[in-house]
């Protein structure tokens, strides 16, 4: 089966397994669909219980008006009774009496009327329960239909594993046919290997043959005619053998006739004897080479055995692909079956879903109607008490009249009695919060005094007279009823909260003041009411009730666990039932409305008394009575501030007829626009992007909207960022992608600049102009996918950063100290917000002034001053490195769109004159002996390919490209780039080397040759000048061969110790060390790399990025002894500080793992980017260095792992193994310490030094750069010039290279031969 069938049975087979995840998110949408109904239907049997709950209220109060009326008509029989003997006695209470009979008969015609009301009202809520009964019936319906979606839904998971049970197995399969391609593989190169035999062997043959005498020429040359026809034959692997025994038969006729000329001219060869000798000779070797070709004969036949082998299973595995099309079909046809079904089960939900908004709709007409008849009975109710309150009057005028007659009576009969009568303290009885209170209760809570007391027990003072004079303490002074909008309009605080006119945080705030103080109000009805009822009547929301129900138990008492008894807020708070800042948010709502509560008591008492009787501690008598405590623990609805209960009173307004207290409603919040969300008026106060009497003259109306909206616009929106490139030579503007695109700038410079806007806030397409996010732009095409992830990245530097700890959205200066952010990048990102208006709140939307950045805790001095030194963005016309507000002024205005776009003027300091097309793939050789994977260039050195295969590999590999260099004085040179290893090669100092000749230049040039050709050539001759001259060199020590681009310049110092030497470039896979330390080549002594970091020649984001290899490949490597330590080892003997082994602690992660916290395994790193775990460029850093130092790291498993094996296990994917494998596109995110310009860490694996008594790798590093610059990080080093990246190409044409320096006078010796080119990109 060849390649193309099997990618397209891949094809396939992701097309399954993306129908079978659409198939998965069906089901879990119809699942999601079945929770919101059940949710439904959950709802609505709360809404019947509470109907049921109003009934029984109804009934209950139908009851005690029943029992009221029987009371009624008792007293009015006992007026009767007394007006009777009254008019017996005295004939003028007689016409008192006809009076209060009509009254009465007015009463009996009222009570007549009420009882045909209550009979109305009763048939009414007959027909509310009769329509409550057929909805129970539907709901019973209802719950039958969801059981039948459970029974196939149900069906449906158990087809699904079926049907990825079938898939597995199919992946199984594709498995063992990819082996077996493999096996093929290596057998067609064994094969190529056996002709390539042949062919020397032949060439062999030709040899000999021009070595006979002039006389047998013919012969000769009819053998070697015959031996190029058989070599030409061997190549058809089909007719070679019918060949070679055609071959073997002519050579043997040829064999006897020149026999027979020998015999016959025997007398005139004697002077050619020797010769004759020869060809003796040269007959037995070519009969040597007919058995040789006759075993090639056997060997051919069993490669035809093998083929038609090979063939079956060829067939085989097609019969196996036409079944997995049937069953792709079946699949296919499943999941239409499925979404068919699923698609009914949508209708029938929208059918409920309209069968529930009728259910909702009845719901409220039969809520408003019962509302509307509890408003009518509670009419009746106030003119039943208005009536019976005149009867009561007329009452107590008859007694006094009768008491008046007794005491007439009395008199005549001259026997006055006197009588002093006390009443008892216990029949006094008050109302308090929520249950009676004796007067003997309110002495002993001090709230009346004794002399009060004795009045009450001597009849002095009624009961009444005493409750006006205490109503604060057993009623409070009132607390916050509700929300204010017009005098026709006022809102609870669920309803305020349900329509957005309050936070729903001030809203349960201030519900839990009314629920501690006592009642849940109804500011409609002017109604208090339990949580309970009030969760009935729907005042209170289900996802509120339970903290409601803690606030009330504030004022009817907590449960003590332990004794059962009832105890007080700052009891529970004691506790710890309840929290320290929960119990003084409802005290302070309690002493507001008059006191702290004692729930035994039932009455608000004074906080010192409260003190004394131990309902609050002397900490919460403090918080209560300090006036310098905060407590202010409301929020102002109208500035979001925090504010105090008492101030919050202060700002109600009393309403006339009901006395309730009402908050008026907030005002309308005036926002802008910022980077991603509205901001507020309030927020840019804070902020001080507005002054307070700018926000004071908006609001008034002084000023419009608009006018503010442009003072704030730098901090709303800031500065336009680097925009794009205005190509000066073609006149037109490009997009920064497309700028990459076409050549104009390359990968590095290009990420940053895109980078740069992600987090400024938008990508900028300049042509079209237009803002965009990551998202949109990489719809529209403004990016490609290899910025995608990187781009979203660093666009969280506008939206914020989510801390994995807490859940919080965090800034970009916070990640970057929590680690889920590269410094250098963040850096990096900090730096263009502050060069395009300021720091970003990811909370807020806009910009900060960096005084309030550092009250936020979003930026510090320290970091300022980092920002401000940093020239970490490069110029792409000139090379310089250059803070990103020194970039934009150099870029220029477009008059059309205002964007900030960057000129690439004419004069270019690299042009491309000739490149071939870009590297498609990399070509591996397995050496078919070893089963090894090799490079196109090391399987040309161990002679496995002959030189026109390695050219036709070499193109396909795009390894070379040239280039024109133009230094700042006018010179340019041309030199070819080996794109692999960054070797480069001067053409013009190749030609007066005589490496080249002129007859091969303008080959070159004319086209004959390509590029790869050329290249070849040169790279050919370098390598045999170089393998001469260390074949002649003593008392070099190598660790490797690597190839040297020019002819090496020795300069030798002596030092005393040790001996290195250079490593090549690791691409193979077997383990190596990281980078263990650091030479000065100052001190010429090995130090830690963070004593470089100390001294100052290594830069601290260089120092940790070598830090974090080692941590992530194993441990930090001590450098005395090569022992790697875990982070707490390395610390405690000093190898690195405690602030870089919190740093390090993602890093040791990667090699030890990440815990799942769902199954408590270990994760690797590829596994922890894919569940989120880890920033996917933290995580891509410790990939590279893992498998530059050898392979990927399994945690828990030993050994590194293939590029295969993690791809097979899931480890990472294909397209993240092609970057890994693709060397030479990674980040240049290090500086060299010993030249100060940025390399990656596979250069400074190439660059470093292998100490050979311990095997560790060491980089150079010296305060001055090789190539002049002064280090920018030792200021202070003595004899340090300026310089600039420009500045560093100025260096001789054949480049720059190291030395070789013998350690010691004897025997050590250190070796150079990498090269360093003159050119560096960025």
Not at 856 to 884: H, W
Not at 891 to 914: A, E, R, S, Y
Not at 944 to 959: A, M, N, P, R, V
Not at 1067 to 1081: G, Y
Request: aromatic fraction near 4%; charge should be neutral.
């Amino acid at each position: 089966m060849s390649e193309q069938e099997l990618n397209v049975i891949r094809v396939n087979l992701d097309k399954v397994s993306r129908e079978k995840n659409r198939a998965e998110q069906d089901a879990a949408q119809f699942q999601n669909s079945l929770k919101e109904i059940k949710f439904i239907k959950e709802k609505l049997e709360d809404e019947l219980a509470v109907h049921k709950k109003a009934a029984l209220e109804e009934s209950s109060k139908r009851k005690r008006l029943e029992e009221d009326l029987e009371q009624m008509r008792s007293a009015c029989k006992e007026h009767t009774n007394t007006i009777n003997q009254l008019r017996l006695k005295i004939e003028e209470v007689s016409i008192v009496k006809q009076r209060s009979e009509q009254n009465l008969k007015g009463q009996q015609e009222s009570l007549d009327k009420t009882l045909k009301e209550k009979q109305r009202t009763i048939d009414e809520l007959n027909l509310l329960t009769a329509e409550l009964k057929a909805l129970q019936r539907k709901l019973l319906l209802e719950q039958e239909n969801v059981k039948e979606a459970n029974q196939r839904n149900e069906q449906l998971y158990r087809t699904i594993e079926e049907k990825s049970k079938i898939v597995n197995d199919n992946k199984s399969e594709i498995d063992r046919l990819q082996s077996l391609t493999q096996n093929l593989t290596k057998k067609r190169l064994r094969l190529e290997e056996e002709l390539r035999n042949l062919r020397q062997e032949l060439d062999d043959m030709k040899m000999n043959k021009d070595n006979c005498d002039s006389d047998k020429t013919a012969l000769i040359s009819e053998l070697q005619l015959q031996l190029q026809t058989s070599s030409k034959r061997t190549l058809e692997l089909q007719g070679l053998v019918n060949e070679l025994s055609k071959e073997r038969e002519k050579f043997r006729l040829e064999i006897e006739r020149f026999q027979k000329q020998i015999m016959e001219s025997s007398n005139m060869i004697h002077e050619s004897q020797t010769h004759y000798s020869e060809l003796m000779q040269e007959k037995e070797m070519l009969l040597v080479k007919i058995k040789m070709l006759d075993q090639d004969k056997t060997r051919l036949q069993k490669y035809e055995d093998e083929l038609s082998r090979v063939k079956a299973t060829l067939d085989s595995e097609s019969r196996l692909k036409l079944r997995l099309q049937d069953e792709h079909k079946q699949l296919q046809n499943d999941f239409s079956y499925w979404k068919n079904q699923c698609e009914m089960k949508e209708e029938l939900v929208r059918k409920y879903n309209l069968e529930k908004d009728k259910n909702e709709r009845d719901r409220y007409s039969m809520k408003s109607e019962i509302d509307r008849l509890l408003a009518e009975l509670k009419a009746i109710d106030e003119r039943y008490k208005r009536r019976l309150e005149d009867a009561e009057r007329e009452k107590s005028d008859l007694q006094s009249q009768r008491i008046k007659m007794e005491k007439e009576i009395s008199t005549l009969r001259q026997s006055p009695v006197t009588c002093i009568c006390q009443t008892d303290s216990s029949k006094l009885v008050f109302d308090g919060i929520r249950r009676k209170i004796t007067a003997k209760q309110l002495y002993d809570c001090k709230i009346i005094d004794k002399a009060t007391l004795d009045q009450l027990i001597k009849g002095q003072k009624t009961v009444e007279e005493v409750t006006l004079d205490i109503q604060p303490s057993l009623k409070g002074t009132g607390v916050i009823a509700g929300i204010f909008l017009t005098p026709k309009e006022k809102l609870s605080f669920t309803d305020a909260k349900n329509k957005k006119v309050l936070q729903p945080e001030s809203a349960v705030m201030l519900l839990e003041a009314q629920a501690a103080t006592g009642h849940i109000i109804d500011p409609k009805v002017n109604e208090k009411l339990t949580v309970e009822a009030a969760y009935a009547r729907g005042l209170v929301d289900r996802e509120d009730k339970d903290k409601l129900l803690t606030a009330e138990s504030a004022a009817t008492g907590f449960n003590d666990p332990h004794t059962g008894k009832l105890i007080s807020v700052g009891q529970a708070k004691k506790k710890e039932m309840i929290s320290r800042n929960t119990a003084i948010r409802l005290l302070e709502a309690q002493v507001a409305a008059g006191g702290v509560i004692d729930p035994v008591s039932s009455v608000f008492l004074p906080k010192d008394v409260a003190l004394d009787r131990g309902l609050i501690d002397g900490d919460l008598y403090r918080a209560l009575t300090d006036p310098h405590a905060d407590t202010k623990s409301y929020i102002d609805p109208a500035t979001k501030k925090n504010i105090s209960y008492p101030d919050l009173k202060e700002k109600c307004r009393v309403e006339l007829h009901t006395g309730l207290l009402l908050l008026p409603a907030p005002k309308k919040c005036i926002s802008f626009n910022g980077l991603r969300e509205p901001v507020t008026l309030d927020e840019l106060v804070d902020s001080e992007i507005v002054k307070q009497n700018v926000a004071s003259a908006l609001e008034q109306g002084r000023i419009s909207q608009g006018e503010v909206n442009e003072q704030a616009r730098p901090y709303l929106q800031g500065t336009s960022s680097i925009a794009g490139i205005y190509d000066e030579l073609n006149d037109r503007t490009l997009g920064i992608y497309n700028a990459m695109q076409e050549g104009l700038l390359k990968y590095g410079t290009s990420l940053e600049l895109l980078e740069a806007q992600a987090a400024t806030g938008f990508m900028v397409d300049p042509v079209n102009n237009k803002l965009l996010t990551v998202e949109r732009a990489y719809n529209s095409g403004l990016i490609g996918r290899e910025f995608k992830d990187k781009l979203l990245s660093a666009e969280k530097a506008v939206t914020g950063y989510k801390d994995p700890l807490t859940g919080d959205i965090i800034s970009l200066f916070q990640a970057m100290k929590k680690g889920l952010i590269e410094k250098d990048q963040g850096i990096r990102l900090l730096e263009a917000q502050i060069a395009t208006g300021g720091i970003i709140d990811p909370k807020a939307s806009h910009r900060l002034k960096v005084n309030i950045a550092y009250k936020r805790g979003y930026f510090d001095e320290e970091m300022n001053k980092i920002v401000s030194d940093a020239k970490v963005f490069c110029d792409p016309d000139t090379q310089e490195n250059l803070t990103y507000l020194q970039l934009k002024e150099r870029c220029i205005i477009d008059k059309v769109t205002g964007l900030c776009l960057l000129p690439m003027n004419k004069k270019k300091q690299i042009t491309t004159t000739q490149k071939n097309t870009l590297r498609k793939r990399r070509v591996v050789i397995v050496d078919p002996d070893t089963q090894k994977e090799m490079t196109v260039r090391e399987a040309y050195h161990k002679n496995l390919i002959d030189y026109d295969t390695f050219l036709e590999l070499s193109g396909q590999e795009c390894e070379w490209e040239e280039i024109t260099i133009t230094a700042s004085d006018g010179t340019s040179r041309v030199v070819l780039v080996d794109r692999k290893t960054g070797i480069q090669y001067d053409i013009q100092d190749s030609l007066d080397k005589g490496i080249i000749d002129k007859k091969s230049m303008e080959k070159y040039r004319s086209g004959s040759l390509t590029l790869t050709q050329f290249a070849g050539m040169i790279s050919s001759k370098y390598e045999g000048e170089t393998t001469a001259s260390s074949s002649s060199t003593e008392h070099v020590s190598h660790s490797s061969s690597v190839t040297s681009a020019t002819s090496p310049s020795v300069s030798r110092e002596r030092i005393s110790s040790a001996s290195f030497t250079l490593s090549r470039p690791s691409e193979q896979l077997e383990e190596i060390s990281p980078i263990a330390a650091i030479f000065d080549t100052e001190t010429l002594e090995k130090i830690t790399i963070s004593e470089g970091i100390r001294r100052a020649i290594v830069d601290s984001i260089t120092g940790q990025r070598l830090l974090e290899a080692q941590a992530c490949t194993g441990g930090i490597i001590n450098p005395a002894n090569g022992k790697k330590l875990s982070l707490q080892e390395a610390e405690r003997q000093g190898i690195i500080d405690q602030d870089m082994a919190q740093r390090l602690k993602l890093a040791e992660k990667a090699y030890l793992g990440f815990e799942d916290v769902k199954n408590k395994k270990k994760m690797s790193v590829g596994d922890a980017i894919k569940e989120k775990w880890l920033p996917y460029e933290s995580g891509q850093h410790f990939l590279e260095f893992q498998y530059l130092t050898g392979g990927l790291i399994e945690p828990d498993t030993p050994g590194r792992r293939s590029m295969q094996e993690v791809i097979r296990k899931g480890m990472v994917d294909g397209r993240t193994a092609l970057k890994l494998q693709d060397t030479s596109s990674y980040p240049r995110n290090l500086t060299c310490p010993k030249t100060k310009l940025k390399i990656s860490y596979k250069d400074a694996i190439d660059r470093s030094m292998v100490e050979e008594t311990t095997g560790l790798r060491m980089l150079e590093a010296s305060p001055v750069s090789s190539k002049g610059i002064s280090s920018p990080y030792n200021v202070s080093a003595p004899g340090s010039r300026s310089g600039s990246r420009a500045g560093s190409r100025t260096g001789s044409r054949s480049g720059s290279r190291r030395g070789s320096v013998d350690l010691s006078p004897s025997s050590f010796s250190y070796s150079a031969s990498s090269y360093s080119s003159s050119y560096t990109g960025n």
